[in-house]
């Protein structure tokens, strides 16, 4: 996590909940997954989808990551998500789609990642001339973070505390 922020992710509910502040060269936290045993081969899917829930959910934008190498600072495949600036996807009525838990407690938000608008980074620097080994998926993440790409701010980033949680992750 960036200098100190911090955050945590409850297994049980998949709740992930933190502070995020940008001071000491910070302004990010993040979760991953552990490196998968056996690598997913999703070379017959088009990306993957998370369902989300949280206050303010929709508003704050987040990246999800794929990875499919095990280098703890390796390549990143990551899209952004959410907010209302250019880089989120709420905006486009093929990426999400909102629907209610059944309870109407809290809105629900599916958000499609689809794999041909993922790009490579490190540490949020775009990588060039890198190919998705779509059968060599072994990770996932999601990042909150005042940083986007290649030097661009995420306009809708705010330091102090957050909530989201993950309902589901499935491959589409």
Do not use: H
């Amino acid at each position: 996590m960036g200098g100190v922020s911090s955050s945590t992710f409850n297994n049980q509910n998949g709740s992930w909940k933190g502070y995020v502040t940008d001071k000491n060269s910070g302004g990010f936290v993040g979760i991953r997954t552990t490196p998968f045993k056996t690598a997913l081969d999703m070379t017959s899917c088009s990306g993957f989808e998370f369902t989300l829930s949280g206050v303010n959910v929709g508003k704050k934008q987040f990246k999800a990551v794929a990875r499919d190498s095990t280098d703890f600072n390796g390549v990143c495949w990551t899209s952004t998500f959410g907010g209302g600036t250019k880089w989120g996807l709420w905006g486009s009525s093929n990426n999400n789609d909102s629907i209610s838990n059944g309870g109407g407690k809290e809105k629900q938000i599916k958000v499609k990642i689809p794999f041909c608008e993922m790009v490579p980074t490190i540490f949020a620097k775009t990588v060039p001339n890198q190919s998705l080994k779509k059968d060599n998926i072994v990770g996932f993440q999601l990042v909150y973070s005042k940083f986007l790409y290649d030097g661009d701010l995420n306009p809708d980033f705010a330091v102090g505390d957050f909530e989201l949680s993950v309902i589901e992750v499935k491959a589409y």
